[in-house]
DNA sequence: CTGAAAGCGCTTACAG
DNA sequence: CTGAAAGCGCTTACAG
């Protein structure tokens, strides 16, 4: 069954009855609608999207724009996958499917979006990835396309996001650290996306609070990998005044400092403690297992899903855009990694 | 500029010389193509994708689809991420979009990719995960959608595919570890997608080239996962003839794994040796790091868009479809996870 | 080389 | 409650 004007013709109405009957316009006789949807069911008619598309202007797809080069700075792994679940929970009520657009390391995001967004693939997007300075979202706000991004930018006016608390995250461990007798605390951080902006000024405020010293040495900045927590496991181990404990921004960093430390002899847990961001099936089975903070993905996929809807005036007509700002809690999980108190004397080269 | 019209009556010439301008025709006046394009830049035009599809039959876009739940079998994200980039390197070349379709967990996988291929949201697709008996791919060949998977099937007939080598590696893994004295050999395996049976195969038939005995009991079925990889190292230690080695069909497993035995005082590489599937950030940072193969993801991406562009008539007029299947291969690299010789006294219990 | 026109498959005022 | 018709934005024979 190719068409409407096929099935219309099986059932000996007009293509106008059917495609009421399909939409739910309550002005269809209950008989005829049944009819229809025992017959589109029966033939496997689903409506041409294009067709729909065109005359509707909406597309009934929304995306969710990465960056292929990036995004392990968000968490890589599942994290993507977890928070689709979620966003396809929320927007499948809407009869709304979910596209990942994923931005090629060598193209400009801005083109990328623009392209896609021209194309009118998608009715409403979400991004990741924020920059402290983001170009897309000017061209969001430009294009009017309803929009929700993934972690705030630097200004973050006039638009819609979700951000994962980094700086409460910071904050909090730098007072747990300093509760426990730290006083050399370091950042492994990576200031590509804005996150590691936010991030380092929760570890500052932190430092502030516990009455510390803010060191610059210890402003580690290094790649959201296993290979960037190796650099900076490398970095530490040179210093002259080693850290007696560090923060890191992406836990995936955990693996290759653990690997480097213990390399050395120093072992993460006993001589330098050390507290991750997110709680991952990484850092469960790492040894010491990593103290972290935990958030539920498919939660966070079903609170961008709602954003997202409440952008888009088809589904929110008396909402305000842009509206919205959100700082997701992080719970505290404590792993083996920074037991307390510390004992000063024992540690320091 | 909103659509041809406005372009065309901005340029005083009618909507079809600028389509044919757009569309690189031959038949259009030099200058006048320069006009055109020129124009289209300045004001930011791109033609409707839902005009240019309702009235060509096809989306320019092509689709790679993820199952959210079992995808952690295949390596997670960053498997996916690495794939895609190569798969855009190929089909950018014709103008084609890659666009990742995730379906829930909650979703039959058959009624999702019904759905997205009515809607004609693709003009091709890529299908992982494959199933030993996988109805998707009954239901693509009748819907004459051209598509490739990443993974053969049960009888992987009449449509193209790229497989992983798996049981080729299988196969290697057991030569080498034989060859290095092990006698009894266990195989951490996932049979949830074909892959696993591939790799068993291949296990079986190593075992036999190198005269070893098949143990049942030496075929554990756990998760692709780090819980999987803990779950395989606690049945093993409970066995009373407990293996000497072990085949993981996923390096994931090694997180975990390693983590049990250590905590029963079982040395990795030590006291029993660990050969992982893929070579990933994970494995290298394992410590003793993990024996594993290595191939290029975005080498994999690529022929996977080459194997799909073939399937596709506007690019491939004379291609036969359902042609290719490729065993791609796996080259060994050697980590400190399976050293040898063994010494078979000093480990069974 | 260009223009006028048909038509891709749908939805939706409008008339009845 | 239903049908006939317009039109969404585009591409492409066709005629010139």
């Known amino acids: 069954m190719k068409d409407i004007r096929e099935l219309a013709q099986h059932l000996d109405i007009s293509i106008g009855t059917v495609s009421r009957a399909l939409n739910n316009r309550p002005d269809v006789n209950k008989n005829t609608r049944k009819r229809v949807l025992e017959a589109a069911l029966q033939f496997g008619y689903v409506p041409n999207q294009s067709g729909r ?11 969710l724009m990465l960056e292929l080069g990036t995004e392990a700075s968000m968490g890589g792994d599942n994290f993507f996958m977890g928070v689709s679940e979620g966003i396809q929970e929320v927007i499948g009520r809407h ?20 392209r896609m967004t021209a194309r009118r693939f998608v009715d409403g997007l979400i991004i990741s990835a924020t920059r402290y300075d983001d170009p897309r979202i000017d061209f969001l706000i430009k294009s009017k396309i309803p929009f929700v991004t993934l972690g705030r930018s630097g200004d973050s006016k006039g638009f819609s996001w979700i951000d994962l608390d ?16 730290h006083r050399r605390i370091a950042l492994a951080n990576n200031t590509t996306a804005n996150l590691g902006r936010v991030f380092a000024e929760g570890y500052h405020a932190g430092l502030a609070a516990a009455g510390l010293d803010a060191d610059p040495a210890l402003l580690l900045e290094v790649g959201s990998s296993e290979e ?7 970095h530490m181990l040179a210093m002259d005044a080693r850290p007696t404990a560090v923060i890191l921004v992406h836990e995936l960093m955990a693996v290759g400092l653990y690997h480097i430390l213990e390399e050395a002899g120093v072992r993460p847990g006993e001589d330098m ?3 991750g961001f997110r709680e991952s099936p990484h850092s469960r089975f790492l040894r010491p297992n990593l ?9 966070l ?16 007509p008396d909402q305000a855009p842009g509206c919205s700002s959100v700082i997701w809690p992080m719970e505290y999980l404590e792993g083996m990694s920074d037991p307390g108190p510390w004992n000063d004397s024992g540690t320091a080269p």
Request: some cysteine; aromatic content about 6%.
């Open 95 to 114: 009869n709304l499917d979910l596209i990942l657009m994923p931005c090629g390391l060598k193209e400009d995001a801005v083109d990328y979006l623009q």
């Open 273 to 275: 403690a050390i507290v």
């Open 291 to 299: 103290s972290a903070y935990r958030l539920s993905l498919h939660e």
């Open 53 to 63: 598309s065109l005359r509707r202007g909406n597309t009934n797809a929304i995306g």
């Open 228 to 234: 960037g927590g190796a650099v900076a496991g490398r």
């Open 301 to 316: 996929g079903v609170a961008l899903g709602e954003a997202l809807i409440n952008e888009m005036p088809q589904f929110s």
């Open 166 to 181: 980094f700086a409460g995250v910071a904050y909090d461990a730098v007072m747990r650290l300093a509760a426990k007798g």
